[in-house]
């Protein structure tokens, strides 16, 4: 494997890996405070990058109102959806599988409303315009702006998110109602008001990380479902429990998918078409031989473990 | 309340189609036109627009019907692909088990219209495909027929001549992993190792990927291997495309070399983003696209299209439009009957002048005409200007 | 007018009859034990009273309120906390996070406020000091960093009070405080909650199989038995009751 291929392929794991783990923190967040292995995650990361798009489109306009509008969006199709759909079923204490069922309607309904925006404002295959350069070049290693844009913002949140859960109020409350709701309710901690707080963050960093995913793409109503299944791999492989162990799986599942796979393409002839079977095969062999995935390896008192 | 209110829309709604349906005339008669595109998925626009060009030349084909007094009317049925093989499978089976249709206007893509085969040929109905071309298609005998585009045995022969005549030792291919792409990418490999070129390093990529930072590293690295006099052909959708682009924009070697790639690429978003227009223009980038001459009948279509949806039509939607009439002309002479429409189909479709070209159909049900423009970005990077043309029926190309 | 009062209080499991026309009453700032031999319905009534369980009939009275159709969360608030007979601890946190969960209208709450530290470290600290407090009341004030679960079981249950405390509630329900709990610990339990009633004015509801240690410090007892309240009186009233030293001792 050449060195420029290497290198390249270590820089898009970066980029890459960054926005996963912020994908899959919410993914765990939801699964761990909520109980509900959220598929409509997806569409979260979809409504923010059309977000992005609308407002980017308007003009020249500073990254931090797109991430923002994007933010403040995806919050709202978060919550949107607790109050409208899970919450309700919540009280008729339907089955997890009803639950995981009506999480796919969800992300459905979410996904065509997109596409009836998409057509109507003919939004097509257009991309946020913010245009790429390059900021630092050094033999093989190459950096864009989007690069700069894209893992920093989500290194930030990430760490942002962590200290939010392990060192504020509303984490320790967060982190009360991942480990047992019941006593949650009984010891007075605003449950129902904590669990709209978690939707909205989960779903205003999906949101974000749309705006920077539609940084390097074109944005599409499918762009999170096709993202989705690499961001479940990577929530997995931190057991849905776990911040570290989840920051470590996106690293994992974006280093398998860029320079695993490019080693495998580049020594062995692997066909790049199989790169979306290596989510796959990382959320079957993480639940056959490890199921909690990376939770042990990491202090179990920050985690969100029951 | 809300369930009141719901319910009294539906009653609504079932009085109006009943209604409808009362106030038809009961001695006209009804033939159904299956319309079966993606109006979800990557290639939603597209669909979205094909299905507008049916909808005019059935609105224009009603009009004459009614003048002329004839009680034959077309009407529309619509079914979505949502741009898979599977998909348009199964739309292509809704539409006909629940209105009867024999001929179906559409899918799109050739693995879409492969998906839809095995139910199109076991049940006699009739496919019209404006714009499938992948080489895969090229059947005889079975109940497709590509009347508009030629199929991509043509495209890819011309594809392989220009990177020859370019001087290209090797070549480096990215192509969709569907049986477009990968007919394409065969064709090409063919054409080019016969014709005396060297080694082909052909990557595939997954339909749908929104993400082809690895792919294009795995270019680069190929292309370095080759050293000079490398090539690269470009074989994808426009989403695929924006994605590649917006990563191989900054590639040293990927900008070092001259590109070809099909005619996705010179969809209108992808000159709307400057960095990705220049690209393309420093790369020599080249496309083989199928002309289409004008006709009388081209600005008509344009004006008449803009009159009634508002909106100019987007590209290819012309050969939608002339599909649907290809198919609407046989079902006229031959009756509304999936076997006849098949028998008579080649016989109206080589005596058709539409909006795009003659259609003259070879054994397989495929365009046989092919003439090409090749394109390349204009100075300005706004437009692709027409640089040359290539004859598939002789094999030669002509630079402007 | 008593603090606490229940007025024939019904409970039915399917046929059942878990605790059957139970009436009492319990005055502020007194403790009372709440005694009787397993499967009598105690543990029962105190779910009922916690709202925990729905009555079947009755009502419940508190603080001149009827909470009897109450969610628990309402009657938390109202000023009911409970301890558990297991203890019902958040182990994978520390001691001080436990007892600072319950604590009303924090300002680090809200996400918006939450990322920014200085908005509510000044109310936090507030908090950690009542905590700490509450902590020392209970002499845990040397484990506030240890994780729940590395406490002995005693520890925990003096835990669960101290978190019942921050709340502070007028009333205290526990269910067996000193199951589990080591003998010398399990004076040391009731001397603390001598000593919260003296100093704070708390009142007790204690279901308590330790009756050696619970009629030290009680100033009435109830006794349940098949779900009926068998008698009631003082400590040494009820030591001397025949028919409950027939039921509960067995002799």
Redesign the interface.
Known sequence: MPTALLVTSVVNTIQIGSLYALMALGITLTFSVIRLPNFAHAEYVTVGAFAALIVSLSGEVNPLVIMTAAFVVGALAALVSHLAVFKPLEGRNVSLYTLILSSFAVGLILRYILFMIADYFDLFDTRIRIPLQIIYREGALILTNVFAWVAPTSIVLVILLTTLLNGTPLGREMRALANNIGLARVIGIPVERVKNYTWVLVGGLAGVAGALWGLQTAVSPLMGWVAILSVFAAAILGGLSSFSGTILGAYVVAFSENTVMLFLNFNFGVDLAYKPAIPFFIIIVVLLIRPQGFTELFNRGRDLQR | MIKKTLLMSFIVMLMISLGAGASAQDDIETYVLGVVLPF???L??FG?DFARGVELAVSQVNAELEAAGSSIRFEIASADTENTPEGAARALQTVVQTTGAQVSVGPLTTSEVLGAKQFADENGIVIVAPASSGAAGAIPGDNIYRVIYPPDVFASKAYANIALERGHENMVVLHL?DPFGNGMNEGFTANFQAGGGGEVAS????P????L???A??V??AL??FGDNAGFFCVCF??GA??FL??A????ILTSVQWMGNEAMT?A?IL????HAQTLANADFITVSFSSESTPLTQIFVDDFTAMFDKAPGIFTNYAFDAANIAMLTMLAAGNDGAAVKSMLPFIANHYIGTAVQAFLDENGDQAIASYGLYMVSDDLSAFDEVGAYNGNTDTITYK | MPLLELKNIRKDYGGLRAVDDVSLHVPEGAIIGLIGPNGSGKSTLINLIAGSTDLSAGRIVFDCEDISDFSSDQIFRRGIARGYQEPSLYFKMTALDNVLLPVKGQLGEHPWYAPWRRYWQAQEEAHAVSAIEVLEQVRLLQHYDTLASDLSGGQMKLLEIARALMGRPKLLLLDEPTAGVAPNLAYEIFQQIGRLRDDHGITFLIVEHRLEILFDFVDYVYVMHLGNLLAEGGADDIAAHETVREVYFGD
């Open positions: 979800s998925g990557n939603g626009t979205q992993d990557f595939a990529y997954t749908g990927a929104t993400e930072s690895s792919e590293a795995a680069s690295a370095a291997g426009l989403s924006q994605a917006q990563v924009q900054i590639d040293p969809a978003e709307a983003d400057s960095g």
